[in-house]
T-cell receptor, first 114, second 113 residues
């Protein structure tokens, strides 16, 4: 059974810092991995999706990397802003007969203070 | 373009009562998902629909939970009877055929007293 773990559980940084969120998964046979953002009382917003054949994806100040063989992904946020404060979740898609079934980590709560 | 719509946003009921949640996916999205999110945890898939067919309901507690997606568009998730442990946020998501990105609704927060 796939298990996804995110470290740290919570992170508080001053505005302007670069930061890294970590995600690890136990079964390397994945189809893709996604990073989501969740604001309080709201649904999830997809940030980046990395296919199993890819090593990284970038969108603006966000960069996500994937090392499938070691079961790890990182989300790098450059020059953090207070508006980045949210919960960040990673999710793996096993593919095959389980295609579309996302297994989520418990999330990292990020607070960026001015 | 409107996103995934869910109603109600909040629901408070007493245990043993029935409750239903409604989801309207993004137009054209044939795949629909229901997730359960407990406080401080990531969402867990309950059921996945391709059009009107439930293709993965292995995580749905069928003794008290049921779902339907008539006509392959809107979907309803029902709990009968509700238990205290069902208090959580119920999220609906949808995706286009052949694509990987799931779009989530705001969720329904259920409190069972």
């Amino acid at each position: 059974k796939q298990e996804v773990t995110q470290i740290p559980a919570a992170l508080s940084v001053p505005e302007g810092e670069n930061l890294v969120l970590n995600c690890s998964f136990t079964d390397s046979a994945i189809y893709n991995l996604q990073w989501f953002r969740q604001d309080p009382g709201k649904g999830l917003t997809s940030l980046l999706l990395i296919q199993s054949s890819q090593r990284e994806q970038t969108s603006g100040r966000l960069n996500a990397s994937l090392d499938k063989s070691s079961g790890r992904s990182t989300l790098y946020i450059a020059a953090s802003q207070p508006g980045d404060s949210a919960t960040y979740l990673c999710a793996v898609n096993a593919g095959g007969t389980s295609y579309g079934k996302l297994t989520f980590g418990q999330g990292t709560i990020l607070t960026v203070h001015p | 373009e409107a996103g995934v719509v869910q109603s109600p946003r909040y629901k408070i009921i007493e245990k043993k009562q029935p409750v239903a949640f409604w989801c309207n996916p993004i137009s054209g999205h044939n795949t629909l998902y229901w997730y359960l999110q407990n406080l401080g945890q990531g969402p867990e898939l309950l059921i996945r629909y391709e059009n009107e067919e439930a293709v993965d309901d292995s995580q749905l507690p069928k003794d008290r939970f049921s779902a339907e997606r008539l006509k392959g568009v809107d979907s309803t998730l029902k709990i009968q009877p509700a238990e205290l442990g069902d208090s959580a946020v119920y999220l609906c998501a949808s995706s286009l055929p052949g694509t990987d990105t799931q779009y989530f609704g705001p969720g329904t927060r259920l409190t069972v007293l």
